[in-house]
């Protein structure tokens, strides 16, 4: 799914009431009737509901939903908040409307001792829309929102929270409406995928309100959110005469002493990824623990006890792919032997963990990096390796630079992992759940990466993919596991489930 500038959802808006053809206040009642439908799915219609509608679209769109939730035997007050000198046309239409059965229950909103205390069950927010380019100073609205986000109402926000601005930073000061949930018309908001957001938004969904398929194919954005249909147009079918060869030797440096859970981990995953061989590179110390938990992983051992010093370049000769990095450490003799990696291969390799703290600590070797590898750093990681940033659109640039500089893939790991593309492209995933912040789970997915390109994915598919699988298995383990229950290892049983 595409994640368009606010500019261009108004393109396509203005391209369907054209082009479909139909009218702009019947486009309303579309988007109006599926926001409805939303909330009746949420809340049955004993819920007290308040509808508070701005003087623009955003708030045409709230007065239509609180007549459709009337026609549905749902209770609604309605407020008009006159924070502007006129409506806008589709806006002053749907109140006539809503006029003409419910007048009773209008009320309006103009000066701070008209805001009443809410003590309804749900508060609908449909007072400013996604055009705000400056932060709201207005007094009225500022105590409206404060006694919005101080009720202990629910609070659904139609499109976007008022106050909210979807493509630049939010001031923590700033006055804005602190959502529970957000239904967001055709795409999400680019702003709804960064962390230090998540107090505004909240939970959200995006509802397809039939914006011209025509407009939306000629979008062009370098942002997109991945959904399951994505990945399964990707996915290669298996032949049956295939044989382990036909599905690649995937080649793992990991482990050290005391961290041989993260070799172990990745090496699971990546046979459940469906790899054809996987061979491990470990410390000598870690071979009892490899060839008891890993029983269909080969292992190569390196001539040092306990940490990884020295990999044999006749080993890398047969991989068609290689990861490094998941319990490795950071002694100086890995250092080495991680430079010596980087420097004489020339396939794009699986850059992981204390591989990327070490890269870190010597950026002269980014200059040798094969083209397309992919480097999968949490937050901090990624931290060391760019430097530090005041906010997640700024990190985002700090990204897609680096990704372009390098010509490389950063898988930058969260609620929506971020992954971009040496050319610019950025894809949000949309699986996965809160259990998956665990130790081992970066491992597991280091395992599932290195194991798609294994088996012939192109890197930029490896990495997509390999994303939405991990979070869809964390989704599928949490159906049996309770969300601080959930463990890395679950996450690789789950795989096996998934098709």
């Known amino acids: 799914m595409k994640i368009p500038s606010i500019a261009q959802i108004r393109e396509a808006d203005t391209y369907t009431i054209q082009n479909e053809p139909i009218s702009s206040i019947d486009l309303m009642e579309r988007a109006a009737s599926l926001c409805a439908k939303k909330i009746m799915h949420l809340f049955d219609n004993q819920t007290s509901v308040v509808m508070l509608c701005g003087m623009g679209n955003n708030g045409g769109d709230g007065l239509a939903m609180a007549r459709i939730l009337w026609q549905h035997d749902y209770t609604c007050e309605v407020y008009v908040v006159k924070h502007s000198q006129r409506f806008s046309e589709d806006c002053a239409i749907n109140l006539e409307r809503l006029k003409q059965s419910h007048a009773e229950h209008i009320h309006e909103i103009n000066q701070e001792a008209d805001i009443p205390c809410f003590h309804s069950d749900l508060i609908v927010d449909a007072i400013l829309g996604s055009g705000l380019n400056k932060a709201v100073t207005n007094s009225l609205l500022c105590a409206l929102f404060k006694q919005i986000n101080q009720s202990a109402a629910f609070v659904f926000s ?27 018309f055709q795409f999400p908001k680019l702003a709804f995928l960064f962390p230090e957001n998540y107090v505004y938004v909240g939970e959200w969904e995006v509802g397809d309100i039939g914006l011209h398929p025509d407009m939306v194919h000629q979008i062009e954005t370098p942002f997109y959110y991945v959904e399951e249909k994505d990945i399964q147009s990707m996915m290669k079918p298996r032949h049956k005469f295939s044989h382990k060869g036909h599905f690649g030797h995937a080649f793992i440096i990991a482990g050290s002493k005391g961290m041989m859970g993260a070799a172990v981990l990745a090496a699971k995953a990546c046979l459940r990824s469906g790899a054809g061989i996987v061979e491990m590179h470990i410390p000598e110390a870690g071979y009892q623990i490899m060839q008891t938990c890993v029983n269909e992983a080969l292992c190569s051992c390196d001539e040092h006890k306990d940490i990884v010093s020295h990999i044999q370049h006749d080993k890398l000769l047969k991989a068609t792919a290689i990861a490094v990095g998941p319990g490795l450490g950071r002694h100086p003799d890995t250092a080495n032997a991680l430079n010596h990696l980087i420097k004489n291969v020339h396939i794009p390799l ?143 049983e789950a795989l096996s489930g998934i098709s």
């Open 158 to 184: 139609v499109d976007i929270p008022s106050g909210f601005f979807a493509e630049k930073p939010m001031d923590p000061s700033a006055c804005c409406v602190k959502a529970d949930f957000v239904f967001s």
């Open 350 to 492: 699986v850059i992981d963990a204390d591989a990327i703290n070490c890269i870190a600590e010597n950026k002269t070797w980014l200059e040798f990096i094969p083209p397309n590898s992919i480097f999968t750093p949490h937050p901090k990681e990624f931290e060391r390796l760019v430097g530090k940033t005041r906010n997640s659109f700024e990190r985002l640039n700090l990204q897609r630079e680096f990704s372009n500089k390098y010509q490389c893939i950063i898988v930058l790991k969260g609620a929506h992992s971020c992954v971009s593309m040496p050319d610019g492209k950025v894809f949000f995933n949309s699986s996965g759940n809160p259990g998956m912040a665990s130790g081992g789970s970066g491992d597991v997915l280091t395992g599932i990466i290195t194991g798609l390109l294994a088996q012939g994915y192109h890197p930029t598919e490896a990495a997509v993919m390999g994303v939405y699988l991990h979070g869809k298995a964390g989704d599928m383990a949490l159906s049996i596991r309770s969300v601080s229950g959930l463990l890395a290892s679950d996450i690789i």
